[in-house]
């Protein structure tokens, strides 16, 4: 097997033994660690999961043959359901072409295709094809693609599919859809280093992607309404990986602090508590797992509530710090805390029902993104 997972196992093969076993259901078993398994690992070090350790992305490597689908007519393919988390797989015989293909090094270079949008170091995506404008946001982490528009009535219409490499370019699980307009695979990515743009060919058209550093049209209440969702409900908002910084994930290392007034500690999340005082102020910290527990650092940044301007952005209100201990200095936290409170503000964006982004209004190459961990 070959994996696009990440570049060393686009490019080096790797087996797994496999057996059919009789349980519930006559189910199929890979019973060696290989690329399959990588997804459910529960060390997010190795599954790239934002969910923390245990738990992996949910996926499985224990599978029932599935008869909820129509039969496949080619006889090419088998539908799968994972005997642990129900994870949906399909199973598609490769052709010799596509067996010497992965050989070749194919899946790396189709990778370097999907990869090139990340050579765009703007946040907004701009894609112009047939007349129409759209923004772009491909998550490699998550397999998805998200499509964002604005209609003939002046409204946003947002689309997210799940999206998986062919021998072309990125095809879509399902067709992104605006009106006369119906988009199932992005190929032919080029970049074009001359001016920082990616080329495309959709159906028989020729698009091209270029960066943008504010959006088709402004949210103006994605703002409030993450910040009000976090008060309501007690909790805070965390984030993974921190910053994302001019083409760098984790700009700061904000994974790699440690609480040594503390004695130690390895990084859990990064985390944005709204309220978390009551006069009102919010806190901004870091969740740390230490011996036993998870537990805030030892230091932490306090702000008032955002304002929200009338261009759209949400400002976040420097108060001071409030921790038990000083904020080194020029570190991955000292750092995070005076980008998260530049007076520039933050165009937000609404990702998922509980995860947004917030992008930097100065020129969209610095962002964050936020999820709920409840």
């Given amino acids: 097997m070959f994996s696009d997972w990440d570049p060393t196992m686009a490019a080096t093969p790797k087996t797994s033994s496999y057996l ?82 992965y050989y ?26 047939g007349g129409n404008n759209y923004e772009l946001r491909l998550d490699l982490t998550n397999r998805t693609v998200t499509f964002t528009w604005v209609d003939g009535s002046g409204k946003i219409q947002t689309q997210t599919v799940n999206y998986y490499i062919t021998g072309s370019g990125i095809q879509f699980a399902t067709p992104i859809v605006n009106g006369s307009q119906t988009i199932t695979a992005i190929n032919g990515l ?21 960066g943008a550093a504010t959006p088709l049209k402004v949210d103006a209440t994605a ?5 009000n969702y976090g008060a309501n409900n007690g909790y805070f908002w965390a984030s993974g990986y921190g910053f994302h910084v001019n083409g760098v994930d984790d700009a700061y290392g904000i994974r790699n602090q440690t609480d040594t007034a503390k004695g130690g500690g390895t ?29 805030f650092a030892s230091y932490h940044w306090a702000g008032f509530p955002p304002l929200y301007p ?17 904020i080194p200095a020029g570190g991955a936290f000292d750092k995070t805390r005076q980008t998260l409170f530049n ?21 969209g190459r610095t962002w964050i993104s936020w999820f709920w961990p409840q």
């Fill in 20 to 101: 059919v076993k009789e349980l519930t259901r006559p189910a199929l078993v890979f019973d060696t660690y290989s690329y399959i398994h990588v997804p459910c690992d529960p060390d997010p070090n190795i599954s790239h999961s934002p969910y923390g350790f245990g738990y992996g992305w949910g996926t499985d490597f224990e599978y029932s043959f599935s008869d909820s689908v129509t039969a496949d007519k080619i006889g090419d393919t088998i539908h799968l359901t994972g005997n642990l988390n129900s994870a949906n797989a399909v199973l598609i015989k490769a052709t010799q072409a596509q067996r010497d293909g």
């Fill in 104 to 129: 070749a090094g194919n899946v790396l270079a189709l990778m370097g295709g999907a990869l090139s949008l990340n050579n765009i170091l703007e946040y907004f995506k701009r894609l112009s094809i």
């Fill in 190 to 210: 080029t970049y074009n280093p001359g001016n920082s743009t990616v080329t495309v060919t959709i159906g028989s058209q020729t698009g091209t992607i270029t």
């Fill in 223 to 227: 703002g409030s309404r993450w910040w």
């Fill in 267 to 295: 990084f859990y999340y990064l985390a944005y508590w709204p309220a978390y005082y009551s006069n009102p102020a919010d806190r901004l910290s870091s969740i740390m797992l230490y011996t036993n527990s998870l537990g």
């Fill in 310 to 326: 009338s261009n759209g952005t949400t400002v976040f209100q420097n108060a001071g710090s409030d921790g038990n201990a000083p």
């Fill in 343 to 363: 007076p520039a503000g933050y165009y937000v964006v609404q990702t998922g029902e509980k995860s947004y982004d917030m992008v930097l209004a100065t020129d």
